[in-house]
């Protein structure tokens, strides 16, 4: 079944094919995000869409607020997120860890593009870990490439490159990153472990391999228990 979020792709590849998103930036092809895929019933595709017909007005919102103090609001385009109204239509029980496999200015270019279909929620700049928002938590990131998990989770992504941790996986990233999911899993009480704080690679249904072999869990976790 095609994930309910994303339009279906004009053309169909063998399943066995890794299919990509790819960009072009003046010269260079940048390669970030799959397709998403869902594994969703017809009885939860039906469950999932009637509750946006019948709620009230989504509550106010202000112009380049964010969820995480300090974090620089850049938004990402409409197209790439839903609208929601989360945790009271859909729980938040994950966060889901992501690499861009791109430099920073090309992951927000990307995200901004309403042709890309996928943003996440959050990028960390791996020189000095600033964090920029440019999805509000309360919406749908399309991020996870799954649709249960895009409703169920918030996405981290992560400037770098999987195969070059000791360019990409800096001490400010790790420690920038960490900080910033605790502060989520006290906002939505989630509990610090590696059920509930996942690679992209984890998440049901997907091609992805990020945040790759070279992350350093046991480190993460740490910096995300001491935050807490």
């Not at 869902?38 to 469950?47: E, G, H, V």
């Not at 270019?109 to 959050?122: C, I, L, S, T």
């Not at 600033?130 to 409703?151: C, F, I, S």
């Amino acid at each position: 079944m095609e994930d309910q979020d994303h339009p279906p792709p004009r053309h169909r590849h063998r399943a066995s094919a890794r299919t990509r998103r790819a960009f072009l930036f003046g010269a260079g092809a940048v390669v970030l995000g799959g397709v998403c895929i869902a594994a969703a019933s017809a009885t939860d595709k039906i469950s999932r869409t009637l509750p946006s017909t019948l709620r009230g007005p989504l509550p106010a919102r202000k112009e380049g607020e964010v969820d995480q103090t300090g974090a620089e609001w850049i938004a990402a385009s409409d197209a790439n997120y839903r609208i929601a109204e989360r945790p009271d239509d859909y729980m938040i029980d994950r966060v889901v860890i992501h690499v861009t496999q791109s430099t920073y200015p090309v992951a927000l270019k990307v995200f901004e593009d309403p042709g890309h279909r996928a943003a996440a929620h959050y990028v960390v700049r791996a020189r000095d870990g600033h964090v920029t928002q440019m999805v509000r938590e309360l919406d749908v990131a399309y991020h996870a490439g799954n649709r249960e998990w895009n409703e169920r989770s918030i996405g981290i992504e992560h400037e770098g490159f999987v195969d070059a941790p000791d360019r990409w996986f800096t001490d400010a990233s790790y420690r920038a990153s960490a900080q910033l999911c605790a502060a989520i899993c006290a906002r939505y009480g989630i509990p610090v472990d590696r059920e509930h704080i996942v690679g992209h690679h984890e998440v049901p249904g997907t091609d992805h391999t990020d945040p790759g072999p070279y992350w350093d869990w046991d480190r993460y976790l740490r910096l995300v228990r001491a935050a807490v």
